[in-house]
């Protein structure tokens, strides 16, 4: 199985440029190029939050729209700059979002399982996760018990050693007291940071995927404030293989010159 990952797409109502100069629906659209020339074809995309910039409806039918030539279903998680209800509304035709509180679920994928984790805390930068969400995390998982499984949420429950610790999910640790009862995680998947990064936690692989347009600086000074970069962005590919387990591939969007081709 090969799944995409993107996260922090940003969109605004109508494609306008967020914060006025950064044109993340044509980010998108090359991301999402850069996702319909693989081979082999991924089997499902992978959505680690703030799909939204504004939080808006238009902006999640866009989304939508965008990646529906892919033709591969799009999993997704709300993130800080989401809206819950709109999103809901939004994404209700696909199936697997729940009609009311908040936006967890699981997904059989085939070989793999996907748990989605809804830390979204309307209004504020970081993230929660309640103790009743907990309870229905480690249900689910218990249900997944020999099924490899994959755990998706937007605001990283691990410390980074990054500034933006700050505004990562508060209730990480109960999250990872949960997941550390379970061998069959294969990893957690998490967006918010704008940078590629991996750490071993909770018993398992722990990832943070690049977003689509903007990153964060690197700051692992804790200087005041933030600074945003154009540095390259990046996709994530998951590829699972029955004999050897998950492998996770940066890939970086666009298209690159082949400067030698060996025999």
Avoid at 93 to 117: E, F
Wanted: with cysteine; net charge negative.
């Amino acid at each position: 199985m090969l799944l995409a990952e993107i996260t922090d797409t940003h969109l605004m109502d109508g494609g306008i440029p967020a914060y006025g100069t950064i044109d993340t629906r044509a980010h998108l659209d090359a991301a999402i190029a850069t996702i319909a020339a693989l081979s082999p074809k991924p089997d499902a995309l992978l959505v680690a939050g703030d799909i939204s910039e504004d939080g808006t409806l238009g902006s999640y039918t866009l989304f939508r729209e965008t990646v529906a030539p892919l033709g591969i279903p799009a999993y997704v998680i709300p993130g800080n700059h989401d809206a819950r209800e709109p999103m809901r509304t939004a994404f209700a035709p696909d199936g697997y979002m729940p009609a009311t509180g908040p936006l967890d679920y699981a997904a059989d994928l085939g070989p793999l399982a996907l748990i989605a984790l809804d830390t979204l805390e309307e209004g504020e930068p970081h993230g929660t996760f309640s103790t009743g969400q907990c309870d229905w995390l480690g249900e689910n998982l218990d249900k997944l018990a020999g099924k490899p499984t994959v755990v998706m949420l937007h605001h990283p429950p691990f410390p980074t050693g990054m500034k933006m610790d700050e505004i990562n999910c508060r209730d990480g640790d109960a999250i990872g007291a949960v997941i550390e009862q379970f061998s069959n995680v294969e990893i957690v998947l998490a967006g918010h940071f704008h940078r590629s990064m991996h750490r071993n936690w909770a018993g398992t692989t722990a990832n943070i995927c690049s977003s689509t347009a903007h990153q964060m600086g690197l700051d692992l000074a804790h200087r005041p404030g933030f600074k945003v970069f154009m540095e390259p962005p990046q996709i994530q590919l998951l590829h699972w293989q029955k004999e050897s387990g998950l492998s996770v591939h940066q890939v970086p969007v666009g298209v690159f010159e082949c400067v030698h081709e060996g025999k």
